[in-house]
């Protein structure tokens, strides 16, 4: 079919790339629903997808990936900036003209008896001040379908790029899905992304981690915006206004149930509202106004599948209602529906597993992650429309003003519930020590401190000190109209080790107490830290905890954070000379004021 554009420099890429591959034919997406309808049957016919049961999960599909390929592969991953220096002690570096050499020789010839599908797609909403455009070239139809779902795709994000050449390349090969030799590179200086031997979502989605964070951030650090992985939200109180947190956590610390909070029986019928714009990431930039604003990049959730149900997260569940592609969860024959660990009590008893597997629930044992039938990493990949608390600001291109930075991790007797920093460089520090105690959920020992700082580790394409300095210069120049920074922790536990927070719905009357700092409405207690809330200013109404138990995780213990003041100069030496003195000036005034 014809091209979707006359710009030269896309052209020549796609002739370069086919040259390479020899894909049998070139289709472009347009995004049109007749196309998407042709591949959705295209793929059924296959077998790479199966057509779920259209009256009940009407337009839903399952897709199931190589045993081998079933979640992102960081020791994989790799950011080919032309020094080593550029990449950071925190990224897997490699020297571009090397990988280009060794990526080209395990995709040539790939595509031979496959089809080439080309998708231009926007990041952000098509023509926003906020986007950035992309092409991604596959061989995989699963790909095309969910980048459907995730961006925006089709020709009118190529009428708006027109000739320019600030677009994304984004190479992706399925090659032989071989472990071995699975690749995912970031070339920064180049603006261009190549994925091989994987079909997993997380790793081919090149739209998600890769551009949006990897790419992006390193963008947003030359051009002056900030590439975030933080989801946004807009809290209305009861007279119908709207204030906006952007936030950031580690996974496995309640991410997307803040971004679809459900605010709490008591709040709700006051009036209060919570309003979703994203449950991962924000882009944002200095706006107009000198204030900072923020899109959501993406058009819709890859959420984890397991765990979600009603009641964690029930405007996550149903936003894979209709028009959803599952991926790696069980397929419970008996209705051709989907199941997974902690959606129901209700075991399947007639199901394949995750792999295609006739699966035995008699068998199945929570501690023994080999009995599941879904993949503990299996996804849902859902458009944000479905989600019924989506913003009405959602697809507004400007975006939205933050009042509020949060920070957050899991941590059992540190951090208390909520403080506020004493400023904005004070606030990077928070952000840039910021720390997660590991789970049952992630492999290796429960309890581990691991440092990820602003929740962005895994995912900041440049020397990660290079990106402290960034937010540096970005508060420099919003001055007194930068948003506030303020660090919650959901997570503080009794001595049995239970949660003393609810969390969940409740977490509401913290982000209350967040914006009436935010607006001088609330008073506070300095510490050593940070600004403390004064316990009678949370809102305990209706909730089954007294206002001792409260003071109780509002503490500031001097010795667990001495221990972690030295943790944190241990964390800052692995970015020797290139840490930014500001963060040390930062650690030094928590060590004094400690010692006070």
Same mark, same amino acid.
């Given at each position: 079919?014809?091209?979707?554009?006359?710009?030269?420099? @896309?052209?020549?890429? @796609?002739?370069?790339?086919?040259?390479?591959?020899?894909?049998?034919? #070139?289709?472009?997406?347009?995004?049109?629903?007749?196309?998407?309808?042709?591949?959705?049957?295209?793929?059924?016919?296959?077998?790479?997808?199966? !057509?779920?049961?259209?009256?009940?999960?009407?337009?839903?599909?399952?897709?199931?990936?190589?045993?081998?390929?079933?979640?992102?592969?960081?020791?994989?991953? $790799?950011?080919?900036?032309?020094?080593?220096?550029?990449?950071?002690?925190?990224?897997?570096?490699?020297?571009?003209?090397?990988?280009?050499?060794?990526?080209?020789?395990?995709?040539?010839?790939?595509?031979?008896?496959?089809?080439?599908?080309?998708?231009?797609?926007?990041?952000?909403?098509?023509?926003?001040?906020?986007?950035?455009?992309?092409?991604?070239?596959?061989?995989?139809?699963?790909?095309?379908?969910?980048?459907?779902?995730?961006?925006?795709?089709?020709?009118?994000?190529?009428?708006?790029?027109?000739?320019?050449?600030? =677009?994304?390349?984004?190479? +992706?090969?399925?090659?032989?899905?071989?472990?071995?030799?699975?690749?995912?590179?970031?070339?920064?200086?180049?603006?261009? #992304?190549?994925?091989?031997?994987?079909?997993?979502?997380?790793?081919?989605?090149?739209?998600?981690?890769?551009?949006?964070?990897?790419?992006?951030?390193?963008?947003?650090?030359?051009?002056?915006?900030?590439?975030?992985?933080?989801?946004?939200?807009?809290?209305?109180?009861?007279?119908?206004?709207? !204030?906006?947190?952007?936030?950031?956590?580690?996974?496995?610390?309640?991410?997307?149930?803040?971004?679809?909070?459900?605010?709490?029986?008591?709040?709700?019928?006051?009036?209060? !509202?919570?309003?979703?714009?994203?449950?991962?990431?924000?882009?944002?930039?200095?706006?107009?106004?000198?204030?900072?604003? /923020?899109?959501?990049?993406?058009?819709? &959730?890859?959420?984890?599948?397991?765990?979600?149900?009603?009641?964690?997260? $029930?405007?996550?569940?149903?936003?894979?209602?209709?028009?959803?592609?599952?991926?790696?969860?069980?397929?419970?024959?008996?209705?051709?529906?989907?199941?997974?660990?902690?959606?129901?009590?209700?075991?399947?008893?007639?199901?394949?597993? =995750?792999?295609?597997?006739?699966?035995?629930?008699?068998? $199945?044992?929570?501690?023994?992650?080999?009995?599941?039938?879904?993949?503990?990493?299996?996804?849902?990949?859902?458009?944000?429309?479905?989600?019924?608390?989506?913003?009405?600001? &959602?697809?507004?291109?400007?975006?939205?003003?933050?009042?509020?930075?949060?920070?957050?991790?899991?941590?059992?007797?540190?951090?208390?519930?909520?403080?506020?920093?004493?400023?904005?460089?004070?606030?990077?520090?928070?952000?840039? /020590?910021?720390?997660?105690?590991?789970?049952?959920?992630?492999?290796?020992?429960?309890?581990?401190?691991?440092?990820?700082?602003?929740?962005?580790?895994?995912?900041?394409?440049? +020397?990660?000190?290079?990106?402290?300095? +960034?937010?540096?210069?970005?508060?420099?120049?919003?001055?007194?109209?930068?948003?506030?920074? $303020?660090?919650?922790?959901?997570?503080?536990?009794?001595?049995?080790?239970?949660?003393?927070?609810?969390? &969940?719905?409740?977490?509401?009357?913290?982000?209350? =107490?967040?914006?009436?700092?935010?607006?001088?409405?609330?008073?506070?207690?300095?510490?050593?830290?940070?600004?403390?809330?004064?316990?009678?200013?949370?809102?305990?109404?209706?909730?089954?905890?007294? @206002?001792?138990?409260?003071?109780?995780?509002?503490?500031?213990?001097?010795?667990? =954070?001495?221990?972690?003041?030295?943790?944190?100069?241990?964390?800052?030496?692995?970015?020797?000379?290139?840490?930014?003195?500001?963060?040390?000036?930062?650690?030094?005034?928590?060590?004094?004021?400690?010692?006070?």
């Amino acid at each position: 079919m014809a091209a979707l554009t006359t710009n030269k420099s @896309i052209l020549d890429w @796609i002739d370069e790339k086919a040259a390479l591959v020899k894909p049998d034919q #070139i289709v472009w997406i347009d995004g049109s629903q007749e196309q998407l309808e042709a591949l959705r049957a295209e793929a059924v016919a296959t077998g790479e997808m199966i !057509k779920l049961n259209q009256e009940k999960l009407p337009g839903c599909y399952l897709h199931r990936t190589n045993p081998n390929d079933v979640a992102r592969v960081e020791d994989r991953t $790799f950011i080919c900036s032309k020094t080593k220096e550029n990449a950071g002690p925190t990224n897997n570096w490699c020297d571009p003209e090397e990988m280009y050499a060794k990526l080209y020789d395990i995709a040539r010839d790939s595509y031979k008896g496959r089809t080439m599908y080309v998708i231009p797609f926007s990041m952000g909403p098509i023509g926003s001040p906020l986007a950035k455009v992309g092409v991604e070239i596959t061989d995989s139809i699963y790909v095309v379908l969910n980048m459907d779902i995730m961006t925006r795709v089709g020709k009118e994000v190529m009428d708006v790029l027109g000739d320019s050449n600030d =677009w994304v390349r984004c190479f +992706h090969a399925k090659c032989d899905i071989d472990p071995e030799k699975r690749y995912i590179c970031q070339f920064p200086e180049d603006n261009a #992304i190549i994925s091989v031997n994987s079909g997993y979502g997380g790793n081919v989605l090149l739209g998600k981690k890769c551009f949006a964070l990897r790419i992006a951030s390193y963008q947003g650090w030359k051009e002056g915006w900030m590439a975030e992985h933080m989801l946004i939200l807009g809290l209305e109180n009861p007279q119908g206004e709207v !204030k906006y947190i952007a936030a950031a956590f580690p996974s496995a610390c309640g991410k997307t149930n803040l971004a679809m909070l459900i605010p709490p029986a008591y709040l709700k019928e006051k009036g209060y !509202k919570v309003w979703t714009i994203g449950d991962d990431i924000a882009w944002m930039r200095i706006g107009k106004d000198g204030r900072l604003y /923020a899109i959501n990049p993406e058009n819709g &959730f890859f959420g984890v599948a397991p765990g979600t149900n009603a009641k964690s997260n $029930f405007n996550a569940l149903e936003s894979t209602k209709k028009n959803t592609i599952f991926t790696n969860v069980l397929h419970n024959l008996e209705d051709n529906t989907v199941w997974w660990e902690g959606l129901n009590k209700d075991l399947p008893t007639n199901a394949n597993d =995750w792999i295609g597997r006739p699966w035995d629930p008699s068998k $199945f044992d929570k501690a023994d992650k080999s009995t599941y039938g879904a993949n503990p990493n299996s996804r849902f990949t859902a458009p944000a429309v479905n989600c019924p608390c989506i913003s009405p600001e &959602f697809d507004k291109g400007e975006g939205v003003p933050i009042s509020a930075i949060v920070f957050g991790g899991r941590r059992a007797k540190c951090a208390p519930l909520v403080y506020q920093s004493k400023s904005w460089e004070n606030g990077v520090f928070i952000g840039s /020590a910021m720390a997660s105690e590991t789970t049952a959920a992630a492999a290796g020992a429960v309890g581990v401190v691991r440092r990820d700082p602003m929740a962005m580790l895994p995912f900041c394409g440049y +020397h990660m000190a290079d990106y402290f300095q +960034h937010w540096l210069d970005m508060g420099e120049k919003l001055g007194d109209k930068a948003p506030k920074i $303020f660090n919650v922790n959901w997570f503080r536990t009794d001595d049995e080790g239970n949660f003393i927070w609810p969390g &969940f719905g409740d977490n509401m009357r913290v982000l209350n =107490w967040i914006i009436d700092r935010c607006e001088g409405k609330a008073d506070a207690t300095e510490t050593a830290i940070g600004y403390v809330p004064k316990p009678e200013d949370i809102d305990l109404t209706d909730l089954d905890m007294d @206002i001792e138990t409260l003071k109780d995780i509002l503490t500031v213990d001097k010795e667990t =954070w001495e221990k972690e003041a030295a943790e944190i100069e241990e964390h800052y030496k692995k970015f020797g000379d290139k840490l930014p003195e500001e963060l040390r000036t930062q650690l030094a005034n928590l060590k004094a004021n400690l010692a006070k």
